[in-house]
């Protein structure tokens, strides 16, 4: 069982790469990974085990697949910057006129 880890090669200012996946997607894929098989003991209680492990199969796929163009499109952290541009407003709706502000009065 000594040599059963898996290497994850990381040289110096470079991110950490594993199976295509960079940085943060590791630990998305690993979070989405769980919750399918999740899914997928809970959905064999539903349908035939073999439907369920099809399905649950799939699923793992198509999560890893969007993860990797995630990863390959914005890199290590620009996914996560995507998300914050896209909490930014557009614009400031200012109420006040700039004439009622001290500053402005005795001028």
């Excluded at 594993?18 to 809970?42: E, H, P």
């Excluded at 073999?50 to 890199?75: D, E």
């Amino acid at each position: 069982m000594e040599g059963s880890f898996s290497l994850i090669r990381k040289g110096l200012q470079k991110d950490v790469l594993y199976k295509g996946l960079k940085a943060k997607y590791i630990n998305y894929s690993l979070y989405f990974g769980f919750a399918a098989i999740i899914m997928g003991l809970v959905l064999s209680t539903l349908v035939p085990m073999v439907l369920a492990l099809i399905c649950t199969t799939v699923l793992i796929a198509i999560i890893f697949l969007i993860l990797l163009f995630y990863s390959r499109t914005y890199g290590a952290n620009g996914f996560v910057k995507k998300l914050a541009d896209s909490h930014k407003p557009k614009a400031i709706k200012i109420s006040n006129s700039y004439e009622n502000l001290l500053l402005w009065k005795n001028r």
